[in-house]
């Protein structure tokens, strides 16, 4: 089984997000990112790597400064971008959830929940927040040249490049 990289007292360094013992959905959300945005980034084998061994990566997933060319630069670190995305897919996903009768949004009395469009808002703005960070982290893993980060990941996941053939 997967174990998560991040928590939400992680999250909770970046962005404001509840407190609460209940955290099934958060976690499923930041299982989601780990598998569905962090991989198709940094490739599966590099992935598997990290996931196997967590603490033998603690500079790539929290960050660090390093020197590249006579200049000192800072990379956020793995986690920052698991964090953004994480924190996108809980803000759009997390109001649903399953029941014995059928999917559900939650309700209460007290409060109106936020509509479909502030929360695509909200996950558009993460996402690419994610990807802002992301690039750092990119440049940390090439300008190291990381052993296990091949240049072939381009970075952009859900882009294709079509050839002409002929």
Same mark, same amino acid.
Request: charged residues 20%; glycine residues 6%; positive net charge.
């Given at each position: 089984?997967?174990? =998560?990289?991040?928590?939400?007292?992680?999250?909770?360094?970046?962005?404001?997000? @509840?407190?609460? =013992?209940?955290?099934?959905?958060?976690?499923?959300?930041?299982?989601?990112?780990?598998?569905?945005?962090?991989? =198709?980034?940094?490739?599966? @084998?590099?992935?598997?790597?990290?996931?196997?061994?967590?603490?033998?990566?603690?500079?790539?997933?929290?960050?660090?400064?390093?020197?590249?060319?006579?200049?000192?630069?800072?990379?956020?670190?793995? @986690?920052?971008?698991?964090?953004?995305?994480?924190?996108?897919?809980?803000?759009?996903? @997390?109001?649903?959830?399953?029941?014995?009768?059928?999917?559900?949004?939650?309700?209460?009395?007290?409060?109106?929940?936020?509509?479909?469009?502030?929360?695509?808002?909200?996950?558009?703005?993460?996402?690419?927040?994610?990807?802002?960070?992301?690039?750092?982290?990119?440049?940390?893993?090439?300008?190291?040249?990381?052993?296990?980060?091949?240049?072939?990941?381009?970075?952009?996941?859900?882009?294709?490049?079509?050839?002409?053939?002929?």
């Amino acid at each position: 089984m997967m174990q =998560p990289l991040i928590t939400r007292s992680d999250i909770a360094r970046y962005k404001q997000i @509840s407190k609460t =013992p209940f955290d099934d959905k958060l976690h499923e959300q930041i299982l989601d990112a780990q598998l569905l945005d962090l991989q =198709p980034l940094i490739g599966e @084998s590099f992935f598997n790597k990290i996931i196997a061994n967590p603490d033998a990566y603690s500079n790539l997933l929290g960050g660090g400064v390093y020197m590249h060319d006579g200049i000192e630069y800072t990379h956020y670190g793995l @986690s920052m971008v698991l964090t953004y995305f994480a924190y996108a897919r809980y803000m759009m996903f @997390s109001s649903v959830t399953d029941t014995p009768f059928s999917v559900v949004e939650k309700l209460n009395d007290n409060s109106r929940p936020a509509d479909t469009s502030a929360k695509k808002t909200l996950y558009n703005l993460n996402r690419e927040a994610a990807m802002q960070v992301w690039q750092n982290v990119h440049n940390y893993l090439v300008r190291t040249n990381h052993p296990d980060y091949k240049r072939a990941c381009n970075g952009t996941p859900g882009r294709f490049r079509f050839k002409k053939i002929g």
